[in-house]
């Protein structure tokens, strides 16, 4: 089983529909983030959490929450999608010493 | 603000020949350098990572990178690819904020090897 778990893998959507992005976790790590991937523009950090009690926002959180459930899981949502959020989505972790990232598979999201 | 710029966004390659995936970085303090490999369909995976010390880092896979601070880079290379390398390298760095690591993430460079 993966150490990050990300789903769905792929979902298809409306625009103006919420969608949750979910997240789950057996490394035992207490810092989570969520990054999009889109062509040419390599990956950019949209929210990450220290701990559940902490959730700060990334450089691109516009149109984006998160929830931290629990040191596990970690949820993003968008609240109404517009096709321009069509991207992939990775979930990431990383231990006390942040040096290295664990990365799920990745959730391909297509707003229509 | 801090950058990651890598300057070859596709490379096509020959089998069995050599490769060098260039990345430059912005930064006047301390930061940590790393190569992630994304295979198709994948998520990233952490290829090898420079923190302090030797300069020279390797991969187990036969990959190696080499800190140059004077140019700021931390260009990866493999003597001899391999099909199987077929994949997107996305250099990365991170450095302390205010005591929070942020990590960097440059637009990623495809590699494609030719049989």
């Known amino acids: 089983d993966a150490d990050v778990t990300q789903t769905p893998r792929n979902r298809i959507t409306k625009t103006g529909k919420r969608i949750m992005l979910e997240c789950s976790q057996t490394?035992?790590?207490?810092?989570m983030y969520w990054y999009r991937q889109d062509p040419g523009l390599g990956l950019r950090l949209i929210y990450y959490?220290?701990?559940?009690?902490?959730?700060n926002k990334g450089e691109i959180s516009d149109g984006y929450s998160v929830s931290r459930q629990a040191q596990a899981k970690f949820s993003l949502s968008l609240e109404s999608a517009i096709p321009n959020q069509t991207a992939l989505y990775f979930c990431?972790?990383?231990?006390?010493?942040?040096?290295?990232?664990?990365f799920g598979e990745g959730s391909r999201l297509t707003v229509l | 603000a801090q950058s990651v710029t890598q300057l070859d966004s596709q490379v096509p390659v020959f089998e069995e020949a050599p490769v060098e995936l260039r990345c430059n970085y912005s930064?006047?303090?301390?930061?940590?350098l790393f190569w992630y490999v994304q295979y198709p369909n994948q998520g990233l995976q952490l290829l090898l990572k420079?923190?302090?010390?030797?300069?020279l880092v390797e991969s187990i896979n036969g990959f190696e990178a080499e800190f140059n601070k004077s140019q700021t880079s931390f260009h990866l290379r493999k003597p001899s690819v391999h099909i199987s390398d077929t994949a997107e390298y996305f250099c990365?760095?991170?450095?302390?904020?205010?005591?929070?690591?942020?990590?960097?993430f440059g637009t990623g460079t495809r590699l494609k090897v030719l049989a």
């Open positions: 490394k035992g790590h207490d810092r």
């Open positions: 930064s006047s303090v301390s930061v940590y």
């Open positions: 990431a972790t990383s231990d006390h010493d942040r040096v290295k990232l664990f």
């Open positions: 990365a760095v991170s450095r302390t904020t205010s005591g929070t690591y942020k990590y960097i």
């Open positions: 420079y923190l302090s010390g030797s300069t």
């Open positions: 959490s220290f701990d559940v009690k902490d959730i």
